[in-house]
């Protein structure tokens, strides 16, 4: 059984390498080379070229993309994480069509106010509909139709993630701006104003577990509510260079807010009165919104009182960009040398490098392959994420370049120190920049302390 599983293992490494995430070969075997801008410290990082280069995405067309097999392994497990966070507050996921009635727009008088961003098509019929960028209205639909809805199961927390469309008219920077992405929309149905906004700060925190648990300095901005409406809103901003939000924050104290939503050319803080806003770039992640009764008084979302009378819901939505999220840690961690991922959402954890085939420690080799089966019997949170990087033609440090370009947080590199009576490996962690030297056990004590999702 050991044999077949290993060579399991080494079949899928062939494929998702050399067909997926490696640049093209040239007749001679060789990685031709790659093209990539030259390194200078005023050029940014630009994801949506190296998210291309490692064969993480491929363009279909404008603002559009196929996501390869490793971005789809992160995405899986970032939602996983998302689902923790949901579940956590309550939280009941759901799936709603994509493609939405245009009547249930237009009840809400969005169809028009959308513009063209809104994706319409009709059916053979002559019927009007979109792909829905958002879901306010399906949802506050389906809520209506419940029609023993009782404040006892309020509040009510329904989410879903799935694809959105939204008809750009310039898309740009890869996954941060497109025209189909994914995203997690939730919404929230309470008894009160009151409650809802415990239920929008309770949200609210799970998001900032949520980055803090992916590694990212998330910001928390007052935002406009924008076509969404409502009486309250929120951003959650990854503060980045190449961000498209500007952000004033104040020095002195928790206040800030997308420049929208002050004067432009403000500088003293509206929360303190003392400290100075200083302007940044951001790039949006996540949006929060209290709607009040916007919606549930347009299509009659109710629940029975407790005096058993029939009230209209209160309501918020929350929005996260997973697609986003990973196109935007990408593009905070990185360094020029690689892409960098959180270490919970890499697509695999760890890499082992075997010595050069007929090198002088040539025989180390099997002691790579053992030491991955050993990883996934030993440590069951590595099953599945570690790979024997088996392409033994090429030397160990072409390897250990790829390797740092597509992102692994750990590289264990087997060769002379395997061999010697207390074997020793060489393991890079690439998110700290760290080389160290450790024997089997202190290898297996290491790795044990990795989270997985």
Known sequence: MEPVMHQVRQRVFHRLHRALILPKRNHSGCAE??????STHSRPFKPPETMQQAGLIHPSNPGCYYYLPATVRSMEKLVRVIDQEMHGIGGQKLDMPSLCSADLWKTSERWDLMGKELFRLKDRHGADYCLGPTHEEAVTTLVAHQATLSYKQLPLLLYQITRKFRDEPKPKFGLLRGREFYMKDMYSFDVSEEAAYETYESVCRAYTRLFARLGLRCVQVQADTGNIGGKLSHEFQLPADIGEDRLLVCGNCSFSAN????TSDRTDCPQCKTGTLVESKGIEVGHTFYLGKKYSHIFNATFSN???KQSIAEMGC?????????????EVMSTEEGIRWPGLIAPYQ???????????VDEAAVLAEELVHTLGETLPGLRGEVV????????????LKDASRLGYPYVIVVGQGALEETPTFEVICQQKGET???SKDGLLDLLGRVETV
């Not at 997973?322 to 840690?329: H, K």
């Not at 760890?350 to 002088?360: I, N, W, Y």
């Open 259 to 262: 420049v929208e939503t002050l």
């Open 318 to 330: 929350f929005g996260l960009g997973v697609t986003r999220i990973l196109a935007a840690a990408i």
């Open 350 to 360: 760890v890499c082992v490098l075997p010595p050069k085939k007929g090198s002088k």
């Open 436 to 438: 160290m030297f450790l």
């Open 388 to 399: 024997l990087d088996d392409r033994t033609q090429m030397t160990v440090g072409k390897r």
């Open 33 to 38: 080379k790659a093209d990539v801008p030259p």
């Open 306 to 308: 407790a005096q058993n």
